[in-house]
Every structure is written in C-alpha cells, then in structure tokens.
C-alpha cells in the first residue's frame, strides 16, 4: 500500500509549486531548466489534486456521518 502523504508533505509540494511558478514566470530561464521545473510542477500538482480529492471525500464522509448521527437523535 502507497504510504500517504502528511499534511505537512502537501503544504511542501504547494509552496515548491508556487516556487517554480514564480520562476517560471520571471521568463528568464533556459528552455531546459524551464522544461524541466516545468514538469516538476506538473508533478506536483497531481499530487495536491489528488490529495485535495481525498481530503473532499473524507469530509463528504464524516458529513455523511453526522447525518446518519443527527437522524438517530431525532
């Protein structure tokens, strides 16, 4: 099993990517370097999105349960 990333790993990958943005933006870069860091962040942005997905279905999850949890109450 794939060992998932922490909250403190997502808030790395998201500061390194907004890195390589403001680098990538500063237009100063040689077309390798740029190519590269390039697909560095392309990198890294699959794995926010794809630890912000799981964190959405966690939270649609825990909701769910509080439902479930408010229904019995009633």
């Given at each position: 099993m794939a060992k998932k990333k922490t909250k403190s790993n997502f808030e790395q990958d998201l500061s390194r990517l907004e890195e390589i943005s403001k680098k990538?933006?500063?237009d100063n870069l040689?077309?390798?370097?740029a190519?590269?860091?390039?697909e560095e962040g392309v990198k890294l942005s699959k794995s926010c999105l794809?630890?912000?997905r799981?964190?959405?279905l966690k939270i649609t999850e825990l909701k769910g349960e509080l439902g479930k949890f408010l229904d019995d109450e009633e």
């Open positions: 990538l933006e500063e040689e077309l390798e370097e190519i590269t860091i390039f794809k630890n912000l799981e964190a959405e």
